[in-house]
C-alpha cells in the first residue's frame, strides 16, 4: 500500500524526512517531495496550495491507498497543551456545511483524538480562539482541504497533528519555542502508526 504523508510547512517536512530517513525525489515547484527508499512512503511539501500539489502527485504517481494529513496545530481547549498528538475525528472547514470524519479504519495507536477546524488565518487572539473552541478542539489552516482531496481521489486517510501552540497572544512565541521538537516526536509517532496499519 503507498503512503502519501502531507506536510503543510517546510520545516515540517524536512522534520519528516529526517525521522523517516526519506530522500528527495524530482518534483514539480514549489512543492517538494520525498521518498523512504523500498518503504512505499512517500511526503509531500504541499504549502497552502494542497489541492494542487495533491493534483500533481496523483497525475504522476496515481492515487495514494493511504493519505496522512501531519503537521502542527493550535490547541482551542486548556486540556489539549502543547506536545500532545493527535488524531482528528471530526474535520471541519470554516463556513463549509460538510464534515468530514476520520476514514481511518485502524485504532488510535493510544493517540487522543480531537475535532478539527481550519482557518484561514494563524490564531492568536482569545476572543477568536473562544469562539473557534465552540466548533472544535484544534485548529490548522489546511486539514480540510486534504482530507477532502483524499476523500476524492478515493484514499483512505487520516489527520495527525501535534499541538505547538495555544492559539493566543503567545502563539508565535510558543510555536518557536515548541515546533522542532514537537515535529519530530509526531513523525516518530506517525512511523509507529503507519506501521501498525500495515500489519
Known amino acids: ?16 524526512r529526517e525521522v523517516f530517513g526519506a530522500v528527495e525525489v524530482p518534483f514539480s515547484k514549489p512543492f517538494r517531495l520525498a521518498e ?20 500533481l502527485y496523483k497525475e504522476r504517481f496515481g492515487a495514494p ?41 485502524a485504532g488510535s495507536g493510544g493517540l487522543m483524538r480531537a475535532s478539527l477546524i ?10 477568536v ?29 487520516v489527520s495527525l497533528r501535534v499541538v505547538t501552540d495555544s492559539a493566543d497572544s503567545d502563539m508565535k512565541d510558543d510555536f518557536r519555542r515548541n515546533f522542532r521538537s514537537s515535529c519530530i516526536a509526531l513523525y516518530r509517532a506517525a512511523g509507529e502508526f503507519l506501521n501498525d496499519i500495515s500489519h
Open 36 to 55: 523512504k527508499k523500498g518503504k512505499g512512503v512517500y511526503i509531500l511539501h504541499c504549502g497552502f496550495s494542497p489541492e494542487e500539489a495533491l493534483k
Open 129 to 157: 480562539r473562544s469562539s473557534l473552541a465552540e466548533q472544535a478542539d484544534i485548529c490548522t489552516m489546511e486539514s480540510y482541504r486534504v482530507c477532502r482531496a483524499a476523500m476524492e481521489m478515493g484514499s483512505r486517510f
Open 118 to 127: 481550519e482557518v484561514a488565518e494563524p490564531v492568536c487572539d482569545s476572543s
Open 65 to 105: 491507498g493511504y493519505l496522512v494529513d501531519s503537521g502542527s496545530c493550535g490547541s482551542l481547549k486548556e486540556s489539549i497543551r502543547p506536545g500532545d498528538i493527535l488524531i482528528a475525528d471530526r474535520i471541519l472547514g470554516s463556513g463549509e456545511p460538510f464534515v468530514i470524519t476520520d476514514a481511518s479504519d
Open 1 to 16: 500500500m503507498s503512503v502519501l504523508l502531507v506536510c503543510p510547512m517546510k520545516k515540517e517536512y524536512h522534520c519528516a
